[in-house]
Each structure stands twice: as structure tokens, then as C-alpha cells.
């Protein structure tokens, strides 16, 4: 009985990590930088300072004050003719910046644009340890553990 009870905590536990509330993304606003992202939590003010920072660049950010839903960004201008990355952005934003929407100050330079915005955890990078991997992990630990205890 009590193991079976441990046995579903520790499960439960372990897969419901990865689908927590709150959002966390890759971060990075250069295109060096972004070969080593940082990560960041989804909050409004964490939103906000990157809607400020893509404001420098961007002419048509919308004003918004704040959000329940955000996304994870992946932002890059890159030379068409020999895909250098000439500008790359990532991190959260709120759902109301059409991230992908925004038009550059200066069309003059003739960048291309790619871009991406997503919900879970860690998904703007191609792939960093996935909340799947945390998931196998956790499972196994489980049983392990089970195991053990019985
Ligand atoms: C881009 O446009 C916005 C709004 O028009 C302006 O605030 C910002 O300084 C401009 N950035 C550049 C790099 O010109
Ligand atoms: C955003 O909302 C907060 C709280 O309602 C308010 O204090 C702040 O002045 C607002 N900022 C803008 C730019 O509207
Ligand atoms: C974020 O902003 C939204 C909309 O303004 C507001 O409903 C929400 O409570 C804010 N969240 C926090 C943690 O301040
Ligand atoms: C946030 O917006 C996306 C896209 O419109 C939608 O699919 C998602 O269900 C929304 N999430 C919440 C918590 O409102
Ligand atoms: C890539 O192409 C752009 C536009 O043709 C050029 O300005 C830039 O110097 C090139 N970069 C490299 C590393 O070759
Ligand atoms: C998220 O953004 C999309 C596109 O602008 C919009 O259709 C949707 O209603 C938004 N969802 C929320 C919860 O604001
Ligand atoms: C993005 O812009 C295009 C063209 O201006 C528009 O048709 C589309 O609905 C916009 N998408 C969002 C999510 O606002
Ligand atoms: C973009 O515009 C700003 C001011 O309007 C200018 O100083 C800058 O040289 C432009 N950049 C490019 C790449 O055209
Ligand atoms: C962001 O997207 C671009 C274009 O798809 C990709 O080349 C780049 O590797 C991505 N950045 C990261 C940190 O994954």
C-alpha cells in the first residue's frame, strides 16, 4: 500500500516537471552568443525587456503591457548568398508580439529572415535535452526506485 503510494508520487512527480507552468526558453540576442545560449523564465518582465530589445530593430512592435501566454522565439536574419547570420534572437515573448510578424527598420540590407515561435520548454534551439529526455529519465528513475522499495 505504502509503496504503491510512493511509487505514484515519485512517478507523478517526475513527469509533471517538464509540463510545469511557467515557460522557460533558450536566450541569446546575437549571433554570437547564440552558439552558447543562456535560458530564461517566462514572466512579463522578462518578455518585456525583449520586446524592448526587438523595438531597436523592429518598427512595428505592438505595446503590450503584459500577458498570460507566452512563446518561446527563434529569430535570425541571415545573407541569403552565404548564410551568414547577421542578426539572431532568442527568448520568450509574449503571444501578443507576433514575434515573427515584425518588420525590420531598414529593409535596405536585403536580410532573409527565419523565424520560428513555439510552447515548451527549451523547444527554440533544434535541440537542447528535451523535456521528453527529462520525462524517460524520470520514469526509469521511478521504476528504479520502485524496485528498490519493494
Ligand atoms: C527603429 O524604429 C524604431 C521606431 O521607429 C526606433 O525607435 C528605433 O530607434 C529604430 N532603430 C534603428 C536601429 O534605427
Ligand atoms: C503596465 O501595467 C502596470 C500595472 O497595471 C502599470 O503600472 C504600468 O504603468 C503599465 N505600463 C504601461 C506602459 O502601460
Ligand atoms: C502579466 O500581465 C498580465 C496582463 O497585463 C496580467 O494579467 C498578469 O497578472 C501579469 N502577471 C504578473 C505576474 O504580473
Ligand atoms: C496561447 O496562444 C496559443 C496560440 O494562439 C494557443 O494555442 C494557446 O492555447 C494559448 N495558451 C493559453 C494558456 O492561453
Ligand atoms: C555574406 O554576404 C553578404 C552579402 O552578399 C556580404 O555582405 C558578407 O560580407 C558576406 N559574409 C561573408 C562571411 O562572406
Ligand atoms: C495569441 O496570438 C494569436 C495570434 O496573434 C491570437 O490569435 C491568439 O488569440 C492569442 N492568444 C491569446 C491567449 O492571447
Ligand atoms: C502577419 O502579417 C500578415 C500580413 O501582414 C497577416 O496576414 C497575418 O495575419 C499576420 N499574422 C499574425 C499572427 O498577426
Ligand atoms: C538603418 O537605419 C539607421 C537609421 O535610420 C542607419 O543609421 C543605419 O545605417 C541603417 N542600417 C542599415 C544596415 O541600413
Ligand atoms: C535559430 O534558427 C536559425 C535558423 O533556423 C538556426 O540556424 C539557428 O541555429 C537557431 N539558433 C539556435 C541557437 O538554435
Redesign the pocket.
Known amino acids: 500500500m505504502w509503496k504503491n503510494l510512493i511509487f505514484c508520487v515519485v512517478l507523478v512527480a517526475f513527469v509533471a516537471v517538464p509540463f510545469a507552468d511557467s515557460l522557460t526558453c533558450s536566450k541569446c540576442n546575437s549571433p554570437s552568443g547564440c552558439k552558447s545560449p543562456s535560458s530564461e523564465t517566462c514572466s512579463n518582465s522578462t518578455a518585456n525587456a525583449n520586446k524592448n530589445f526587438l523595438e531597436g530593430y523592429h518598427s512595428n512592435v505592438p505595446t503590450v503591457n503584459g500577458s498570460?501566454?507566452f512563446?518561446c522565439a527563434n529569430l535570425t536574419y541571415y545573407h541569403a548568398a552565404n548564410y551568414t547570420h547577421t542578426f539572431e534572437f532568442l527568448g520568450c515573448v509574449f503571444?501578443e508580439t507576433n514575434v515573427c510578424n515584425l518588420s525590420l527598420n531598414n529593409t535596405s540590407s536585403g536580410w532573409s529572415k527565419k523565424c520560428l515561435t513555439c510552447?515548451t520548454d527549451y523547444c527554440n534551439p533544434a535541440g537542447t535535452f528535451s523535456s521528453s529526455v527529462y520525462t524517460i529519465l524520470g520514469s526509469a528513475m521511478a521504476v528504479i526506485l520502485a524496485k528498490a522499495l519493494s
Do not use: A, H, P, R
Request: glycine share 20%.
Open positions: 498570460l501566454n512563446s503571444n510552447g
